[in-house]
């Protein structure tokens, strides 16, 4: 694994906290070895850092008691909720209090009215889609990975439905947090729009649990459409298959889904999901309209494929076709390191204006195969933001070391042409040099909002600055 | 009027401010009473507090040089566009220095390919509409008034489009902004989507130059649709018009625009637009789509309507006619003020969940008969926003005071709904108590981060806070 920085530990402090939160807690505080690592490990591809206990607490009051402990001993406190995300986000450098939410799991109140729920940030995503189904609505953003809500609004979650819903940021309406002096806030009344000062939900939204703990969030619903169609098209390179998606975007066709697989990707997904794709770069579409209107979309974009050299086009509305499609998509991580046994898996995460994605994909593709690095290439194109996942031994310190030149390379590629180096996963430990480099000056005053809001930096440590 | 609150004067550093901004903008510094006052009156309600002097930049670096002159000095720092804002936004209750922005008005690049567009902040709407037209493409917010884009980004703007497209908060992907100390950033790359960090774009929309001076505008850009049609629908009363629109919204009709004029506010129109509209309200509609989807839309409008008793309706798909129904929306306020010559329009701007929109206009309007005030309503309704126009002999005392005490209780009504004093106009001076008993103890966290990114509340004080 790649060494994490670490961070002066305040012993004194995180013994007392965490005899004051036995005390509290009782066996909802743990500190087992195997228990505290699992909360420390994640998806990631940066080493463990364990936390020194983890308390689940059931209520907003209680994760407010927890912080003003942490607050008053000067002791780091991290959130924790399906630990999908990949950056070292729940990574504790300096020690201290895992915070796990899982237990805050319950649907708090559905507005159907209003196309609102209000939820704890336990609820996963399918728990609530699976809760919402059978009232006509669904809650579209979707990462792939069946994360915690808390979570996905800590990292601003996007993932293949953004270039329709938009991402978390556009789905939040308010949120209830507990900030770093135990103080509960609600950042908005649940109206669909105010002007009503700083824009305190979007400020925590994509905080990455280094501003506040969220203990509430409501949400936007979407009706269930009327006609759901899948499609996918084949292309020769995945130049061609960019500059569709391009025509697709321009041309206004209001795709819900719109995702790239390039030919490692799909020889991947064949042998995970028992497909038979061709083995050619893949794009995979979904519309969302009346029964007339999705038909109309699948051609239209049929036609704009054609003129890039697209192929072996088909569509469908039947739900079993479709989900199997998307869940080989879904299923794409596990899939891809499927291709090397025993790799870990290193995800990139930019995002280019979408004139800049046909270049930046074919240029991120030639380098790592100039580099001799496996990096299958699967993307949220319709926003310009694609991962390649780079498989790497990392017990070999020659692929380390090129596997973090290749990271390094392809963000600052992504940065040159006006993008960035994290469209959707966040920056946690892994990018906070990229986010320097990104953004400049910009995040000396990141970092002033930080002080403000958390001046003892007990709130997840050592992420995002 | 209704007096402002004033604040104490650094009558030594406006003194030396004055002399070293003369001495670098020569006659681009003007002192003059009258060009001062314009600088201070808007159209709000609230009296003129002018500033000591404005100053004309034509760059960010000159910008920059006068925040870091009146930095320096401790001297307030004022940004100024159209003068369209309705709470005190532009008044200077400490004296200072207003920066107009009006001539910073280049289309700096257009982006067709990426749909974005990157302005300058004294570019207004319409100005950037009549460029785009050539291209294919439009800005889709549209607050009435053709205001400058820098405002509409400093007051999170929107308007009769916001139920499709959005407010500002979601149509600006970027900003460059002079901070307190002088410092240009840039808030994020011009990626489609990020999670790079904090939401500084998100955290400077709406922040009313309190934060920071806008000084570019990265802007997302809409294709013109296909067809555009337009309907309107009258009602026997605001009840049965609200429910109307709470099942359009419901039923999942894209609505591209939808608003509600009560009766006074069509015998407004029919006045000065001369139109024969008949005096009961009545809903307006634009749907943009395809030519068959414009009308399928519009026809599954005009059933629902018909389920609440709504009766006259008429649809379009001719320029001349719609463009001839919104004007006479857009000049609302202007026909409002007509119903009592002389009188001084104050507007509320109220915004609730949309399952309560029925319940909140009608007791508003029960509520301004019963005090005896003349108070047509309109409102973007699709968003659970509306506007109550008072009309108002400001010279009266006891007309301001009714005045004041219905806005006081409007305000807390959308407060007690779970919505809030202000859905698009912002807090300014006007609104700063309801901000309070709106948000309670967020804004003492409000008040933390402007005091870590203007330690000195030079930018735009007594405004939000």
Redesign the interface.
């Known amino acids: 694994m790649v060494q994490a920085t670490t961070m002066p530990r305040n012993e004194t402090g995180i013994k007392a906290a965490v005899a004051r939160l036995a005390a509290q807690f009782g066996d909802r505080l743990q500190t087992g070895q195997a228990l505290r690592e699992q909360h420390g490990h994640t998806t990631t591809w940066i080493e463990t850092q364990a936390p020194d206990a983890v308390v689940f607490p059931t209520s907003t009051e209680e994760v407010a008691d927890i912080v003003k402990i942490c607050a008053d001993l000067a002791v780091p406190v991290i959130a924790f909720g399906t630990g999908t995300s990949l950056e070292g986000h729940v990574n504790a450098p300096a020690g201290g209090i895992c915070v796990d939410m899982m237990r805050m799991d319950a649907i708090v109140a559905l507005?159907?009215?209003?196309?609102?729920v209000v939820v704890q940030p336990g609820v996963t995503r399918e728990q609530l889609n699976t809760y919402l189904r059978d009232q006509g609505l669904f809650f579209p953003i979707d990462p792939g990975a069946n994360a915690s809500l808390g979570g996905m609004a800590a990292?601003?979650?996007?993932g293949t439905n953004?270039v329709r819903y938009?991402?978390m940021?556009?789905n939040v309406l308010s949120l209830e947090a507990v900030?770093a002096d135990g103080?509960?806030?609600?950042?908005?009344?649940?109206?669909?729009?105010?002007?009503?000062?700083?824009?305190?939900t979007?400020?925590l939204?994509?905080?990455e649990g280094t501003?506040g703990l969220i203990t509430e969030i409501t949400l936007r619903l979407?009706?269930i459409?009327?006609a759901i169609r899948s499609a996918r098209c084949s292309f020769r390179s995945v130049d061609d298959a960019c500059r569709a998606v391009?025509m697709t975007?321009?041309?206004?066709i209001p795709v819900a889904r719109i995702e790239l697989l390039d030919e490692l990707s799909v020889r991947a997904a064949n042998q995970h999901s028992g497909l038979e794709l061709p083995e050619v770069p893949l794009l995979l579409l979904e519309f969302h309209s009346?029964d007339?209107?999705v038909v109309?979309q699948a051609q239209t974009f049929a036609q704009i494929a054609g003129d890039f050299g697209g192929f072996d086009i088909a569509a469908t509305s039947t739900a079993e076709e479709r989900n199997k499609l998307w869940q080989a998509r879904h299923d794409m991580y596990w899939a891809c390191l499927g291709l090397r046994p025993g790799a870990k898996g290193i995800s990139t995460?930019v995002?280019?204006?979408?004139?800049r994605l046909a270049d930046c994909v074919s240029t991120a593709r030639a380098k790592a195969e100039e580099m001799g690095l496996l990096a299958p290439i699967v993307g949220h194109v319709g926003?310009?933001?694609f991962h390649a996942l780079l498989l790497i031994d990392m017990e070999s310190a020659e692929e380390r070391s090129k596997a973090e030149a290749y990271v390094s390379w392809l963000n600052e590629l992504?940065?040159s042409m006006?993008?960035?180096?994290?469209?959707?996963?966040?920056?946690g430990q892994g990018?906070r040099p990229y986010?320097q480099r990104?953004?400049?000056?910009?995040?000396?005053?990141?970092a002033?909002?930080?002080?403000?809001?958390d001046p003892d930096n007990i709130l997840n440590p050592g992420k995002?600055?």
């Open positions: 507005h159907q009215d209003d196309l609102d990292t601003r979650a996007s953004a938009g991402t940021k556009d900030m103080t509960v806030i609600r950042t908005a009344s649940r109206a669909r729009k105010s002007s009503a000062g700083y824009d305190m979007r400020l939204v994509g905080s501003l979407q009706g459409p009327e391009m975007i321009q041309y206004g009346s007339a209107s109309e995460d995002c280019v204006p979408i004139s926003d310009g933001n992504a940065i006006e993008g960035t180096c994290t469209g959707e996963h966040g920056i990018k986010l990104e953004l400049g000056e910009t995040t000396r005053f990141m002033a909002l930080k002080a403000a809001l995002i600055l």
